[in-house]
């Protein structure tokens, strides 16, 4: 593995989490596949902390989840973005982005 | 709605734990699954594949168990485990639990029900809008020595007519009356109250009208209202009722509505509400013999109104005349000022005090309960001193076992103030079926929410107090050094027996203001019988009250031959001894005081003498009561129907005007300057009228019948009780009899207050038998756990000691120098103990001085005798378990441990 990859950054999973459902449902491993991949192993993603993260979003009515029979035959729980995650993905996209702006023009500022 | 979702998902996974706990695993699964179907796609070998998935994973145990504890339902389930786990330990120790579980539920069963007295009587509101609106109307007259002086009609006038502080003001009087005309005569409670109490009090009629100012105009028809409950019973709840004409007093009255079934007022046992009809007309200054009650204005403080009401009172002297043989100087020399305080206050009179006291008084109980439980929990500590230290060694940290003991503790409290409620609950049924004590708001004692919440902060707040002792002790974090002290206990330092020692000399200066407290209770209670209250044997007096109204019999003197013909009956009735007349039975509530004139004194102008207790007699009363003649001779017959001027006094009043009884004979006294003079014939004992606990007033004893009295030409009392000497005193075939002794005279008159004079000396004596029984058993119970908690730490001495003991013997000491030690030890806590509590109880009982008869609350005799008892009590309780000291086998106590 790669030395350079590192935990997710404090506060995003969420964000990470909903992003990758928005494209499709997908089980955790599937999450946390994707999300690796897509961010080029950068980020590790701790299956404790993935599977705390998929119940809190579930209650608090971000997602939902069943447990389906997958394509190559096993069964695994399914997530999928509801209305209001969609809603709360784009709520934390803009803050998000909204932050990163703030923090890069401090730091070009600072340079 | 998250909220709710977090809720409902909590509650799922609470309701159906393993389902939750089977999602997790199955998830987990399919993650490592998935993980090792990745790899093995990429190539690996299965078993490389599988390993690899388990690095990724990590460890499945802690990774399901951090995945399930997320959630609020954790916590809570957290808390239940813990829960069940001290209700485990308590059950393995079924000693223990039951004795402290007992020992906390009878303090806390006591406090709640004290509560719940106080919460009924003292702190819950009037049932009234705006009860603190409400005043009564008092006043004083420093002037002729009156504190609390009633209202009159010439000062309601006046506040009717200006209001100015007030909304509304009412004048009333509560009484009787008879009706007659509906079966057999009954004599039927009745307030009689101007037009404005019920719209001050804020209550409608539930049907019919309120009164309005014209039913208290005498020139008016008479109309009445009725209870709800008299229209249930007598007119079976029929609204048909209105307009029906019912005869009270001989006159009839139209019934104008019918109170609500809610409606109370003043504790009055109220049947029928008739409107006070007075003729402002024929009104003068005087008659302060009636309750008043106002409604304030919004805003406006009860020290406002008694300042309006004291620039009112000279309006009154000047609108209104004196009355015959009186002047309005006299009256402004009485220097009549207000004196109002809150309806409530009024209602509850200085029932508050007692109360309070028997809240301190259960509160000490509690605590002295609680002291021992939390000895008994500091042995059990005790014993698991090597286990918390072992666990403290293996990483429990030290909050986690402070948690573990304080849960215990407030597990027991908490299932001691259940049982505690229950016996509180039993504690105010028993309370409100006897009629032992005559409480105000008595109806309003209940278990209520803030009894139940009162009992539930209380056992929670005292158990987690006493919980906290052994939690100092024992998981503080140096406890490690404990393992390594080990088992063999040597002989303990003193420093661990300190907390016990300290609590058991807690326990007993408590207990010993207990005792002193009640001690003070038996002293005043034996005073109070030692009173002679001017009769003999009460419980061999019948009384009875009947009233002849005007409108029935109308001459005077005809009224005194019926009043006698009724005597003449009643003697003649088997097994009677004697039989007389008064108008006021002892401790039966008529008050008549006006002020007494003599022949010899010269009185300075416009001032009114001191006014003495009046009361009327036929011939043979004093004999009857067995009243003791002190000087001259008693009423005769023929004085009596002559109306001839004569009168006889109390001793008091004899030795206050003329210095002796002996001198009193023959001098002469009349009520006003206009009446003829009277001879005083004859000094009697002092009567205590108004209880034993009451000083005897000054007393003047006039005849029946009477001529130039009072302004009237010829007067006779017409509402008046017979007193029957007889040992069939209270059997209802007397009262038969005397009933059909009275009907045979007059059939409508209805016989009233049927009672034995003890009945009404006990109830005289009920708050101190009340207090005094409270008191005993809470002193009793303060000592019972006061000799416990000795007993409790002695024995628990000797059994840490044996070593040491069998040491001693082994040495050669002899058995009594080793039962020595320890009732020395036992002697000398109480020692401290009792002096700790003399000094508190001389402190504390200066709060009880009002319910304390003729015993100073510092009495030396009291606190020598309770404290001499407390010691002798402690001497035994630390002689038992000296003695199994003695019983030690040294060899035996040597190989122990």
Redesign the interface.
Known sequence: MNETNTDVIQGTLDMLILKTLSLEPM????IA?RIEQTTQNVFKVN??SL??AL??LE???WLNAE?RVTE?S????IYRLTPTGKKQLENETTDWQRRTAAISRLLKAEA | MAVLQQLLHGFRNLARRQHADKNVADEIDSFFAEAKAELEARGLPPEDAARAARIRLGSATALHEQVRSYGWENIVSGIFQEVRYTLRRLRATPGFTVVSVATLALGLGATSAIFSVINGVLLKPLPYVHPEQLVALWMTAPGVKIPNLNMAPSVYFTMADEKRAFQAVCMWTSGSTSVTGRGQPEQTPAVYATHELLPILGVTPQIGRLFAAADDNPKSERTVMLSDGYWRSHFGGNPSVLGQRILLDGNAHSIVGVLPPSFEFMDRNLDLLIPLRLERAKTYLGRFSYSGVGRLKPGITVKQADADLGRMLPIVMQRFPAPPGFTVKMFESARIAPNLRPLKDDLIGDIGNTLWVLMATVGIVLLIACANVANLLLVRADGRQQELAIRTALGASWTRIARELLLESVTLGVVAGAAGLGLSWGAVKLLSASDLVHLPRAHNIHIDVWVVLFTLVTSVGFSAFFGLIPVLRYARPQIANALHSGGRSMSHSKDRHRVRNLLVVAQVALALILLVTSGLMIRTFRNLRHVDPGFTNPHEIQTVRIGIPDEQVKEPERVMHMEQAMLDKIAAINGVQSVSITTAVPMGGEESNDPIYAEDKTYREGTIPPLRRYKWVAPGYFATMGQRMVAGRNLTRAELFNSSSVALISENTAREMWGSPAAAIGKRIRSSVKDDWRQVIGVVADEHIDGVDKDAPTLVYWPLLQKNFDGDKVTVQRYVSFVIRTPRAGSPSLENEMRNAIWSIDPNLPLARVDTLETLYDRSLARTSFTLILLAIAGGMALLLGIVGIYGVISYSVSQRTREIGIRLALGAPLTNVTRLFVHNGLLLSAIGCACGLAAALVLTRWMRSLLFSVSPADPLTYFAMSAALILAAALASYLPARKATQVDPVQALRAE
């Open positions: 089980h955790g491993f599937g596949r299956p404790g599977l705390t119940q809190r209650r608090n009515g447990w190559n096993r069964r695994a729980k």
